[in-house]
Every structure is written in structure tokens, then in C-alpha cells.
């Protein structure tokens, strides 16, 4: 159960990290330009997935439930170069067998550069981003122990932009692959995939859907009393959402996501609720 | 969970999505040309084929050849600057077999700034052809004498306050059959110099907050009509002095309009097509009601409409962006040397060489005695806003030597352009992505 709970606080990091990032799929901010994106998201998991991708039963009463806010800030520096940083805060209950626990705070600090490599007509952009990450809690206060309390570092490529009216009218996509690589003796080294699909369904609304996927690699594998500390899972998310313009400067998205396989994680539903406001 | 068959899905989910740009060039590609049974196509080796002085030139060549027998004969190219002056002749042997690919690469030592024309010729058994391309050096390095009268200022002085003694006498009418739910659309009515009518069409996007104003002005002898493109600005299409909608006492001939009344400079048609284009900055100033961010109004042109747009940013200051597309007349002179080169002259000098062979008490000296006040690179000194320029490499109207001769003397702090190596008097659709981009900058607009 204890690994349940690490793998529900491994999910909720991810989540964190990457919801900002498709609420603008991808594309540069644009020089001068200001792009600040909360996101609410709700996580709870009674199930999960042991080492060997099997499904297993949570007992009755056991489970994990998190809250997190994360705040995301993007500027644009030129045409091509963005800032970015995202600062996820979270509070998290955890119920198992003969004993419940709780964390909160602040989590990972992931503040860096996106840079735009390729456009094509200014429609698709090939980017890669690099970022620092930094923890900003305590990790021996056991009411903080909220990730894996070493610094580390990401690199991304995305590839994002209007899909071809002759192959998909009014979509528009987001594809990333990233490593992160923590900076601690067993890591975890970290290999991500997120693909994301947006549909304009009028002036004002659309849906999207994406799949985010994640491979954590540590040599240390087995089990501590340390939760923070187990560094091995896998999982795949799929998620749906909504969004609504209500000015040019402020839209929000609605949506869920369920993780539908993985390793050493847990199985789980979600909702979030994240607005996004152009400055 | 076999985790690596599902990393490898995303890998080719963004090796696919990288792949459909690469589909969406290759259909947009303008560069492939098709004549007779084998294909050529000719890439320069930077993208917009501008190069440094300190660079040599290169051009790859794809010859495609796609006859059922080998193609044997010469391959040659031929450099002259745009005043015709040979640089660069080579020749060599070339043989392809039937039905198959192959490549050239052509080097061109590095060069001093202008523009150069570069023909390719192949000679072979069943094809004979001669693909012509244009390229740059160093455009922004290059100089160009103003032809200023010493009384250029004191004569545009003049002609505005003869404007504003007009009274504008505004008219706004709702256009309900043109109007839908999202923007409403007006016919706009103002006098101008010499106390013409003129008319211009205002789409207003339903927006309640104030929105930043596309000022649009007409090409040659262009009638402009409401413009439906966008939903992020106010758009106001003006139509000066005899095009589109404003011929009620202007109306001439497409040939007869670029040198009409030129027989002095306070007669030409000009001087009254300029003062039109500030009449409707004056318009848009003048009716903040109407939901205009006055702050932010850009004016844009292509050809005639971007020379129109020189001179409106030039002369009223209020302007805040300024876009442009192939400008035509600039730098008059150095264009008539230009277009006097070429096989056969293109528009405008072939209209002004037309009616200078038609009319013995005229010729080109007594035309630039008029146009030196009407070249808007004479202008150019006296533009400071931002502005971005687009030009085909290819065009005859407007050679690009005499775009970047306007460019080359904007006193804006800011300003840039897009080079299309393949068109004409045209910009590539590229183009107009980066002028949205470049307005969302300037403007700080969330589209």
C-alpha cells in the first residue's frame, strides 16, 4: 500500500507538470507576451498495479486521495525563447492497513527555457525546452515528504501545431517526448510521451484528448519505508477535456483522466480545472 | 506492460506529427519546376535566397528526368546583376539515363551586395529550357541616393492644409445585408481633396471591449471590398480616388491611372490619392465610438497599397504599425534603369515608356521632375514606427533592389522583411503568418 501511495504522488507530480502545457499545446508564447495557467486537480486511487503490471485489489477503507494547485507562468522573451516555471502545491491523505498519513506543500519547482527550433509558416513548431528541477520541501519532515527531494533536470522536444485542413479541419495537436533525470545516486532516470489532440468545436469551445506516458527507471527497486524513495513505475493516462473562451484573455478547461496501465502504480480517476490567462 | 512498445507508439505518433509538416511542404513547394518531361527543382541554399557578402552562393538543382530515353546535352548558368551586367558564366557536360534522379549543385563565389539574376539553361536531347531565379546579397547594406526637390516638405505642407480645409462631412451607413451575427459592416463616405468623394468599408467584429483597427489600402486600380479575414481587428478597407468604389469622378483607365495629370506635380493624380489615405486615418481617429482602439491602428498595403501606406505612416505619425508588400514606385528612378533591362518592359514603366513615346513634349526627366515627389522612398526618411516588408524575389513591377531602396531608408528603430524566392509580384502565404505573429507583438494582441 505504501508503494500505492508513492505511485499516486508520482502520478500527481506528472499531472501537475504537464496539464499547463496543453492548455497551449505546444506553441511559443510570443515575444512579450504573458501566459499565467492554475490548475486544480483532484486525484483519488483505490487500486493498483503491483511490479509485474497485475492488478490488485485495494482492501476495504484503504485508498489515496490528493488535492494539488499548480501554478504555471510562461513569458515570452523573443519570438523564439520562452520562460517557463510551474510550481506545483499539493495535500494529500492516504489511508492503508493499520495507519493513514498525510503530506502537503509545495512540491517540485520546474523553471527553464522553451526554444523554438523550427516553424513551418508559423503553423507547426518543433521546440526543445530544458528545465531545472528543484525541490522545495524538506523531505525528513514526513509531513512534507512530497517527491523525491533532489534536484534534477528535464529535456524536452514538443512538435505541435495546426493539423492541414485537407487532413483534419479545425484540429490541432501536441506531441512531446521528454527525459528527466534526478540527480540523486539511484536517479530515477524518467522517459515521458504525451500526445494531444484539440478540437475547435466553435468560436468559444473545444475538446481535447491526450494520452500522457511515463517510464520511471531507478536501480533501486525495492521497497522503503521511505515512500519518496521508490523510484521504478510506469503508467499510461488518457485524459478528456473541455474548454471555454470566455474572453480573449482568459479561457478554462474542464476535464478527467484515468490511469488505464501501469507498473507499480496505482489505478485511479481524476478530474481537473485549470484557467488560463493571457497578460 | 510492455512499456517499450507503448514508448515506441509515441515515438512514431511525433515522428508522424513532424511528418505531416514535411507532407505540407512538399505540397505547398513552389519550387519544382515542370516543363516538358523533366522536372527541376531548384532549392537555394538559405531558404529565402538572400546570402552575406562574406558567403558564397549556392543553389541545388534536382533534375528529375522522366523520359524513356537518356537526356545528353549541356548545362550551363548565367549570373548578371539586375542592370544586366554579366558576373558569372559556367558550362559543363551533363547526361542523365532515362528515368532516373540526379543532382547539381551550383557555387557562386561570394558577391557584393544587390541582386543578381541567375539562369539556368539545360540543353539535352529532348529538353530545352531556361529556369530564371533571383537572388540577394546583403540587401540591407545596399544605398540609394533620395531624389528629394528641395521643397518637398514645403510642398506636401501645403497640400495638407489644403486638406484640411475640406470639411470631411463623414457618412456612416449600416450595411444590414452585408452585416451577420458576428460583425456588422458600413459603408463609410468622407470628401477628400479637391473635394472628391471617396468611400471605404468598416467590418466591425462584435466584440465589447476596444479593438485595434486594420487599415487596409487599395492596390493599383484595385476596388477593395469589406474584408470578412478576421475577427481580431476592426477593418477599414479604403478605396482612394478612382478604385472601386470611389470612381465617381476619377475614373480611368487601368494604363491611363499611373500617369494621369502628370503633367505637373500639383496635378497628378497622386496628390490627391495620398491626401485620401489620410483622410481615412482621419476617419478611424475621429469616430473612437465606433469600439476603435486608436492606440492601435496598423496600416498595411500590398504594390500601390504599400506605397500608400509608406506615405500614410510617413505623414501622419498617429500610425503604429506599418506592413507592406512588394511597394510599388520605389525608388523610381533606379526602377525605370531596371525595368528598361528587361526583354520586354513590365508594368509600370511600360505605361510611363508608352506615354512618354505617345506624347513628344514629355519624357523621363520631366516624369521624375513630378515622381521625385511621389517616390515613396522619398518618404521612407520620415517613417519611425515598426514596420515588416514582404517582396517576391522574382518580381519585374517592383525589383527587389527598389523595395530594399525604401526599406534600406525607413528611420524606424524596428523594422523587418520576408524574402519569397520563388514569386512574383506576390508574397508567400508564410508571409502573412509572420506579419500576424509580428503584429502580436507589437500590439501584445492574444488572438
Known sequence: MKKHILSCLCILLFTGVITPRKAFAGWPIGKYRDLFVPAFNYFKATDSWDVNGKKIKGAPGTGFESYALNLFEGYGISRRLDFIASLPVVYQTSKYVGGTGKGYGPTDLNMGLSYNLINSNYERFLSVQASAIVPLYNKNNPNSDVGFGSLGSELKFSYSGNIPKRILKGCYFNTEIYYRRYFAGDGPNQYGAFAFLGFILSKSNQITADVTAIKSVSTNREFNANISSIKDFSLIKPSVNFGHRFTRRFSMFVGGYYTVAGRNTAIGYGTNVSGIFHL | ?447
Open chain 2, 1 to 447: 506492460m510492455k512499456t517499450y512498445n507503448i514508448f515506441l507508439t509515441f515515438l512514431i505518433l511525433f515522428i508522424l506529427g513532424a511528418s505531416i509538416n514535411v507532407r505540407a511542404q512538399d505540397n505547398d513547394d513552389k519550387g519544382t519546376e515542370e516543363e516538358g518531361d523533366v522536372v527541376i527543382k531548384v532549392t537555394p541554399g538559405n531558404k529565402n535566397a538572400i546570402f552575406k557578402g562574406s558567403q558564397g552562393i549556392s543553389y541545388k538543382l534536382d533534375v528529375h528526368n522522366m523520359y524513356n530515353e537518356a537526356q545528353e546535352g549541356h548545362f550551363s548558368y548565367l549570373v548578371k546583376t539586375d542592370l544586366g551586367q554579366k558576373v558569372l558564366e559556367q558550362s559543363q557536360d551533363f547526361k542523365i539515363s532515362k528515368n532516373t534522379r540526379k543532382s547539381i549543385t551550383v557555387k557562386i563565389p561570394p558577391q557584393k551586395a544587390g541582386f543578381y539574376n541567375l539562369s539556368l539553361r539545360f540543353n539535352l536531347t529532348s529538353y530545352d529550357d531556361t529556369l530564371r531565379k533571383v537572388f540577394g546579397v546583403d540587401p540591407e547594406t545596399l544605398k540609394s541616393p533620395l531624389s528629394r526637390p528641395a521643397d518637398f516638405d514645403e510642398f506636401w505642407s501645403k497640400t495638407r492644409q489644403e486638406l484640411a480645409q475640406i470639411p470631411p462631412q463623414y457618412k456612416v451607413t449600416l450595411q444590414k445585408e452585408l452585416s451577420d451575427a458576428d460583425r456588422k459592416v458600413y459603408l463609410v463616405e468622407m470628401k477628400s481633396y479637391n473635394h472628391l468623394l471617396i468611400r471605404g468599408w468598416l467590418v466591425i467584429p462584435k466584440q465589447s471591449y476596444k479593438q485595434p483597427v486594420h487599415y487596409r489600402l487599395p492596390g493599383y486600380v484595385v476596388g477593395l471590398n469589406p474584408n470578412y479575414d478576421t475577427n481580431h481587428f476592426i477593418t477599414f478597407n479604403l478605396n482612394v480616388r478612382g478604385n472601386g468604389n470611389s470612381q465617381d469622378v476619377v475614373n480611368v483607365g487601368t494604363e491611363d491611372y499611373c500617369y494621369n495629370r502628370i503633367q505637373s506635380k500639383e496635378t497628378y493624380i497622386y496628390r490627391g490619392v495620398y491626401m485620401d489615405c489620410l483622410r481615412g486615418l482621419d476617419f478611424l481617429y475621429s469616430h473612437p465610438e465606433l469600439g476603435i482602439d486608436t492606440s492601435k491602428i496598423y496600416v498595411e498595403g500590398s504594390s500601390q497599397g504599400g506605397t500608400l501606406a509608406v506615405i500614410t505612416a510617413a505623414m501622419d505619425k498617429r500610425v503604429k504599425l506599418l506592413a507592406i508588400q512588394v511597394p510599388l514606385y520605389s525608388n523610381f528612378r533606379l526602377d525605370k534603369e531596371i525595368g528598361l533591362k528587361y526583354d520586354a518592359p513590365e508594368f509600370p514603366i511600360k505605361f510611363f515608356t508608352r506615354y512618354i513615346n505617345n506624347n513628344n513634349d514629355t519624357s523621363w526627366d520631366k516624369i521624375f521632375d513630378v515622381m521625385d515627389y511621389y517616390d515613396p522612398q522619398n518618404f521612407a526618411p520620415m517613417v519611425s514606427c515598426p514596420v515588416i516588408m514582404g517582396i517576391g524575389l522574382l518580381d519585374k513591377f517592383c525589383p527587389p533592389r527598389c523595395s530594399f531602396s525604401l526599406f534600406n531608408h525607413f528611420a524606424s528603430r524596428k523594422k523587418e522583411w520576408f524574402s519569397s524566392p520563388d514569386l512574383t509580384h506576390e508574397v508567400a502565404f508564410e508571409y502573412y503568418m509572420l506579419q500576424n505573429v509580428w503584429l502580436g507583438e507589437n500590439f501584445r494582441l492574444v488572438y
